[in-house]
């Protein structure tokens, strides 16, 4: 059976095949040869899917082919529109009334029905006939044989563009060629590959070429070849040989004799390679065969757009170099320089709209030179205002964007089908949208762009996309934390691309409310509406609702009603901040309906017969006034993703009838009767992501200690099951301490992340060390001993570990090399009161990448004296954050010549500049004026701190 996923290319024709399948069992399809005439469907369709899969990977289109594409994938959206409807009409046909005339005339309805859907299918089969027909006669196979590369390199001007037109490339081009010629160690005589990363058009390649032009002299050979999406790899070794200095006619070579001419000829030389435009590892593979380690000092530069193929071929990680987008006054300086000829020339007259236009652009130097090919000699201000409101709405087809285009559409194919529509799904959102990834997420989910594999639930499948495109350069992360983005941001000319090929594709259709006509052959499937402008617009006569899958709505909500789309199967109305409960009064007849998220304030209450929407799976009501549930979400039974505010509650013994949910997030505690649905969430044995508040105010004495002894017991029941991916629990009643030595997963045990918040425990329990699948573990210790650490550090895979303490058991926190922490890469530690030196031995922690320490201000004799705390032990380090703070400690010792803090993070400053490859940051937690005057009382050691402030 096919796989039932939605893709942009070939629209809902996997999911339609197999739903067809699914039909064909049903004993409803018995009516007037509707059984033949759905199978003659499935199979027809099956053979045209081939040929749409083929044409999903052709860039350039003829029109016979574009049209027929189109037509196909519009037919299978209405198909099935129609199954489902049928499907529907099926399943209310279980409620059988009762009495003999109503199920007479029932039954007269049924008949009636079943010969409505057995003439329509009879419609779509005729329309199947005719694609089937035009498909023989264009002879598709044939004519998607036709390559997908440009004729001309879109890269190619990069090479040879003017130094004098370069702006914004001397400081990256000093950094590389510093890290090229280094030979102060014995180390640099090593072979070494440096990766320059970054997205389509921010200039690696020219970077890449001014370098190699600049120092090619000072090896014994050189060359510069490029890869690119399609490589010839027996190409790409002949333009290595040429340019590395054979002479021999390599023509006739087959790669084995090619590899072994050039490990011959490199042999005891200092050479420098170029590799270019790698798209994945595989190429590379072969390319390093002939490139022999002689320790000659010999560099070889590769460029890429996936952060994931950087690291693959770079053999350290600190030897990625990511490309930074143009500083805004280099960014105008290439506008007008490219523009006028002269960075120099001032324009008063035009306002502001430069500023607009590169704050567009942020940076991306592609952009900015597509945009000044636009404006060159263009002096009007009404010129430069047309391209302004160009970009975001079809900028990438205007003329004199070609070039930029075709380099953004190469990032584009080269992702794979369904990250690709995934990634297509993003010109929903307006430019400059903060993007929350768990939105987007279950969004493509009910979207079905979303298969689930064995092992894996869909939402971390959706992660893993969310994270490949991070790693292709195609979207922005926000909000880091423990290595994983919690938003994103796409860049607005990737936007306006995005947003081009999602009309070319039919896949969504933004509207402005400004706008007052549409036109277009095809049905609308997915509706964007900007309706920020006006108040409570009424969509206009000439747009047609009854086929639209998925509405968002930014803005005001609309006054027509959206319940004439009966195959709605997605609603977001989150960003409509007028909206009120009558909006949402007749919701349940939205049948199909798989998302449903909303967030006025104006909402108090869900309609009661929500529990009638059985396909959904995502609920997102927070930001709301609502304070309880209905009893009707425990019906919905396809439900795994439920996002409410803290405060809200739940009807006794709802949590465990809702057995499908897999993520439930801010699950408050506000009461001691509430506190027993904790047990609730053991029996759902699909749940992977839990966040508990617990706000409760526990009394003192012997009542105290019961509640509290309780809420132990249903942590361990928590804690106990091994479903559970992600545990979160925050705000520990009454500051009572946890103890959890006897409280334990069972073995294996799932747990990625384990997160204990404003939550302490006694002690680190000793089976923590045996979590083999946790990554992320954040704890709140009294004190921490040498045992903690011993435990801590014996965690197989764990990567983020985030201590706070009031110190150390004995008055020091050592971290010795025999404690593990063999994959740790983020080390974080908050130390409250004084007394404690902390010490990294030599050996320790040989992954971690980033330490991020915090220190409350005091005046005695701790923190390891005025030492480096060992920081410099720390090989692989390459991130160092200090902050202070006066959270803990009395205001008044902020002042005074006795403290010994700055003095400690002054010398840890002064030993991490000496590191390689590392950067320090320092932050504060007070007033700055204040902070300054404490700083500089202590000198020039300490004025270096103040400097890092401002």
């Known amino acids: ?73 519009e037919l299978a959206y209405d198909l099935e529109d129609c199954v489902d409807a049928f499907m529907v009409r099926v399943d209310n046909e279980r409620d059988v009334p009762s009495g003999f005339i109503k199920r007479f005339f029932r039954k007269l309805k049924k008949l009636k029905e079943r010969h409505e859907i057995a003439n329509e299918i009879e419609e779509h089969k005729a329309c199947v006939i005719e694609a089937s027909e035009r498909r023989k006669r264009y002879n598709f196979f044939e004519a998607t044989s036709i390559t997908n590369t440009s004729v001309v390199d879109p890269r190619l001007p990069a090479l040879y563009v003017e130094i004098d037109k370069l702006v914004g490339i001397d400081g990256p081009k000093m950094d590389i060629i510093e890290w090229l010629t280094a030979e102060t160690k014995d180390s640099s005589k090593e072979l070494k590959v440096l990766s320059l990363v970054g997205c389509g058009g921010i200039g690696k390649t020219t970077l890449a070429n001014q370098v190699y032009q600049s120092v090619k002299s000072q090896f014994s050979c050189a060359a510069f070849v490029s890869v690119s999406r399609n490589p010839d790899v027996k190409k790409i070794l002949r333009d290595m040989a040429k340019g590395l200095g054979i002479t021999d006619n390599t023509l006739d070579y087959d790669e084995q004799q090619l590899i072994n001419k050039l490990r011959e000829h490199l042999m005891n030389k200092r050479y420098l390679l170029v590799v270019d435009d790698v798209w994945d590892g595989k190429p590379w593979e072969t390319i390093k065969l002939p490139l022999v380690n002689e320790n000659c000092g010999s560099r070889i530069i590769t460029t890429t757009r996936s952060i994931a193929v950087a690291s693959c071929l770079s053999s350290e990680s600190n030897n990625v170099y990511k490309m930074k987008p143009l500083s805004f006054d280099d960014s105008r300086r290439l506008l007008f320089k490219r523009a006028f000829g002269s960075e120099n020339i001032s324009f008063t007259h035009l306002g502001s709209v430069p500023d607009e236009i590169l704050r567009k652009c942020d940076g991306l130097p592609l952009a900015i030179i597509a945009i000044s090919s636009m404006l060159a000699d263009q002096h009007a201000k009404c010129e430069w205002d047309r391209v302004l409101n160009d970009i975001g709405s079809a900028l990438a087809k205007k003329p004199g964007a070609e070039n930029m285009t075709t380099i953004l559409s190469m990032s584009y194919f080269d992702i794979p089908h369904r990250q690709r529509t995934c990634l297509l799904y993003l010109s929903v959102f307006p430019e400059d949208s903060v993007i929350e990834k768990q939105c987007l997420i279950t969004r493509w989910i009910a979207e079905g762009f979303i298969q689930e594999q064995e092992g894996r639930t869909k939402y971390e499948i959706g992660g893993g996309y969310f994270n490949d495109l991070i790693n292709r350069s195609m979207i922005q992360p926000i909000d880091v934390e423990y290595g994983e983005a919690e938003a994103c941001r796409v860049h607005d000319i990737i936007l306006d691309y995005l947003k081009c090929k999602a009309v070319e594709e039919n896949f969504v259709t933004s509207l402005d409310s400004a706008e007052h006509a549409y036109t277009s052959e095809y049905k609308i499937r997915r509706l964007c509406l900007n309706n920020c402008n006006e108040e409570h617009v009424a969509l206009w006569g000439s747009v047609v609702l009854s086929h639209v899958r998925s509405v968002t709505i930014f803005g005001q909500p609309l006054q027509t009603s959206l319940l004439r789309s009966a195959v709605v199967r997605l609603l977001d109305l989150g960003d409509c901040s007028d909206m009120s409960d009558l909006h949402l009064s007749s919701i349940e007849k939205l049948l199909h309906l798989k998302y449903l998220r909303v967030s006025s304030c104006s909402i108090t209450e869900l309609p ?40 809200v509650t739940f009807p006794d013994g709802m949590i465990g009838q809702m057995l499908n949910l897999e993520e439930r997030r801010a699950y408050g505690v506000q009461s001691y009767e509430q506190q027993k649905s904790l047990q609730e969430f053991s029996k759902l044995t699909k749940l992977r992501t839990l966040e508990i508040r617990c706000n409760l105010t526990i009394p003192d004495g012997l009542e105290g200690m019961i509640q509290i002894v309780e809420i132990y017991i249903y942590l361990e029941a928590l804690l106990s099951s091994c479903n559970l991916h992600n545990l979160y629990i925050m705000n520990f009643p009454g500051g009572y301490p946890l103890s959890l030595d006897k409280r334990h997963p069972p073995s294996p045990c799932s747990l990625r992340k384990l997160c204990f918040k404003r939550w302490a425990i006694y002690k680190v329990p000793n089976w923590m060390g045996f979590l083999e699948n946790l990554k992320v573990l954040e704890l709140v210790i009294i004190k921490v001993g040498p045992e903690d650490i011993e435990t801590l550090g014996a965690i197989p895979s764990l990567h983020f570990l985030k201590l706070s303490t009031d110190g150390g058991t004995d008055g020091s926190i050592v971290i010795h090399p025999s404690n593990g922490f063999r994959c740790l890469k983020y080390f974080s530690i908050c130390i409250y009161a004084c007394g404690t030196s902390l010490e990294f031995e030599v050996g320790s922690m040989p992954m971690v990448e980033h330490v991020n320490l915090e220190f409350s201000v005091h005046k005695e004799e701790c923190l390891n004296g005025a030492s480096n705390l060992g920081i410099h032990h720390l090989s692989s380090l390459s991130k160092f954050e200090v902050t202070l703070s006066n959270n803990y400690v009395s205001h008044d010792l902020v002042e005074g010549e006795d403290n010994c803090t700055a003095r400690c993070v002054a010398s840890v400053i002064n030993t991490i500049e000496t590191l390689p490859n590392s950067s320090v940051s320092f932050k504060q937690w007070w007033d700055e004026d204040e902070c300054e005057h404490f700083l500089r009382s202590w000198g020039e050691c300490n004025q270096r701190i103040g400097e890092l402030l401002t």
């Open 1 to 73: 059976m096919e796989a039932a996923l939605v893709s942009a290319s070939t629209g809902v024709m996997k999911p339609l095949l197999s739903k067809l399948t699914k039909l064909l069992e049903h004993e409803c399809v018995k009516v007037k040869g509707v059984g033949k005439q759905i199978r003659f469907l499935r199979d027809e369709l099956s053979a045209m899917n081939a040929t749409l899969q083929m044409l999903a990977d052709v860039e350039q289109l003829n029109p016979q082919m574009r049209d027929w594409r189109d037509k196909l994938r």
């Open 608 to 647: 009661g017969k929500i529990g009638e929407l059985q396909h959904l799976q995502t609920l997102d009501v927070r930001y709301t006034r609502i304070k309880e549930l209905p009893p009707g979400i425990a019906k919905l039974q396809r439900l795994a993703h439920l996002y409410v505010d803290w405060d």
